[in-house]
């Protein structure tokens, strides 16, 4: 799911996924994973970032290991045909 809005020259993006699935094989666990992001723009630049969390998906039952989960965070400018980003 995602949604996009443009108000005079500021811009805004929301993003959402998620999946699920069940493992096939009986040691491991089912799969359930979600991620989240927005980004802001204005005049060139833009701002971003994520957040998403895979729980114990996929994972040996007997493996003792934590939740697995990320971020993402980014930034950027434009100009013309010449851009230049950082991301983490």
Do not use: C, H
């Amino acid at each position: 799911v995602n949604w996009t809005g443009q108000w005079d020259q500021i811009g805004l993006g929301l993003a959402a996924t998620a999946e699920r699935g069940d493992a096939e094989a009986a040691d491991y666990e089912d799969l359930m994973a979600w991620n989240i992001g927005a980004k802001v723009t204005y005049m060139g630049f833009a701002v971003a970032g994520s957040y998403g969390d895979w729980s114990d998906s996929l994972r040996l039952n007997s493996a003792n290991l934590d939740d697995s989960d990320y971020w993402t965070v980014g930034a950027s400018y434009e100009t013309g045909p010449f851009g230049v980003s950082v991301t983490y």
